[in-house]
């Protein structure tokens, strides 16, 4: 069974940095397409990140230079730094996994954790 905990949101001032981790059980983020999706209300919701099973990542334009997305093997766990944050990067931040490779679709995935919130203002 595929269990995704996020953790690490919080509030902050623009311009602040936050990096979230998703602790990943029953899925080896290493072998696997992971990525964050985030959404705030009235909004769709946007693939932020995305990391496939050979490492290579993706980033939503709003984010690019910006965040980061990153695994830790030995850890199980998948993380979201990001930095120089702006109001707009307000939302309710959500890992998710595919126990494949990437779908065309950044924010079609299977598995989803519960979310963590990011707050930031200006």
């Known amino acids: 069974q595929v269990q995704l905990v996020e953790s690490g949101g919080g509030s902050v001032q623009a311009g602040q940095s936050l990096r979230l981790s998703c602790a990943a059980s029953?899925?080896?983020?290493?072998?696997?397409?992971m990525g964050w999706i985030r959404q705030s209300p009235g909004k769709p919701r946007e693939g932020v990140a995305r990391i496939n099973h050979i490492g290579t990542t993706t980033y939503a334009d709003s984010v690019k230079g910006r965040f980061t997305i990153s695994q830790d093997n030995a850890k199980n766990t998948l993380y979201l730094q990001m930095r120089s944050l702006k109001p707009e990067d307000t939302a309710m931040y959500y890992c998710?996994?595919?126990?494949?490779?990437?779908?065309?679709?950044?924010?079609?995935?299977?598995?989803w954790g519960q979310g963590t919130q990011v707050t930031v203002s200006s």
């Open positions: 029953g899925v080896t983020p290493s072998r696997y397409c």
């Open positions: 998710a996994a595919d126990d494949r490779p990437c779908r065309i679709s950044v924010t079609d995935f299977p598995y």
